[in-house]
């Protein structure tokens, strides 16, 4: 991506073409790291550089995920920005790949901050994030500057967390309700559908049953606890919740990385019910659309 399509995060200035990129507005110095300019005021660099990383994140191109808005916004060749890109392999060009941390700096157009996009107004028809809104300490800063760089009638697409349990890095802020989603996205935008999203895996669903067994079990070796606290843990299960009580059972020796074996019939429904609870997506469109409900 062309240098001259960035600007200064901090006041929206122009920026000098050069390897240290410096905003002629406020004067502001900027950095890179692997040939990515490094757009966010006073980032460290110690801090944002996790290319060497022992775990680092699973690539992915988003024209394989099977997103029907992406997979349209792609068709129609969009001015598309990503935001937590991460290690993004797509190669399209209408694609802006941004991330707050690299992780591999070919997979990475710029590094930029949600709360502080470097780009100028109205530059993008399609914004999307996978998984990243509940990474932000101010996710309704994001939305504000998503409203600011989507030009009118442009769309968004979100998915984030519902029930996922504390994950992720830097850090885990916010999980959010359709409710809240949808309190985000009440300026400058016009809501098209927020509800449960399928795109979750069977891994997520069952990871919040993992950490619940774990509190369970170190509420049980509490020997402070009430007698009738401790009487109630070693009851027998009532037949009505046997079933229940037997699914929970099979997940007992479910670690948090292994991925839950298919079943069929009415379990494989029931599985799938609770992965569809695990995100919350939400497809908006900018100003100038007419307000549509799906």
């Not at 998503?146 to 885990?172: E, K, N, S």
């Not at 016009?190 to 509420?219: D, N």
């Amino acid at each position: 991506m062309a240098a001259s399509a960035f600007c200064c995060p901090a006041c929206h200035g122009r920026l000098t073409l050069s390897d240290r990129p410096r905003c002629r507005g406020c004067g502001a110095r900027f950095d890179a790291i692997g040939g990515v300019p490094l757009l966010i005021a006073n980032a460290d660099r110690a801090v944002v550089d996790r290319r060497d990383d022992p775990r680092p994140l699973p690539a992915h191109d988003c024209a394989g995920l099977g997103i029907a808005a992406i997979d349209d916004a792609l068709a129609r060749d969009d001015r598309m920005l990503e935001l937590g890109a991460g290690r993004e392999t797509t190669t399209d060009p209408h694609v802006v790949r941004t991330d707050a941390f690299v992780y591999a700096a070919e997979h990475l157009d710029v590094v930029a901050d949600a709360h502080a996009l470097p780009f100028p107004d109205a530059t993008f028809d399609f914004v999307f994030s996978l998984a990243v809104f509940e990474h932000l300490h101010s996710p309704w800063l994001a939305a504000e500057e998503i409203a600011r760089v989507l030009r009118p009638g442009g769309r968004v697409f979100t998915l984030c967390a519902f029930l996922q349990p504390l994950h992720g890095y830097p850090d885990h802020y916010f999980n959010t309700t359709e409710s809240g989603l949808r309190r985000l996205f009440r300026d400058g935008f016009e809501i098209e559908s927020c509800g449960p999203s399928r795109l979750s895996s069977h891994r997520e669903s069952a990871v919040p049953l993992y950490r619940m067994r774990e509190m369970a079990e170190a509420y049980g070796r509490e020997t402070r606890a009430p007698l009738r606290t401790r009487w109630r843990r070693r009851r027998p299960v009532p037949a009505a919740r046997r079933p229940l009580a037997r699914g929970a059972g099979r997940a007992r020796g479910l670690a948090p990385d292994r991925t839950v074996g298919r079943a069929a019939g009415s379990a494989s429904l029931r599985r799938s019910r609770a992965v569809a609870y695990t995100t919350r997506a939400l497809l908006l469109h900018g100003p100038g659309r007419t307000r549509t409900y799906v």
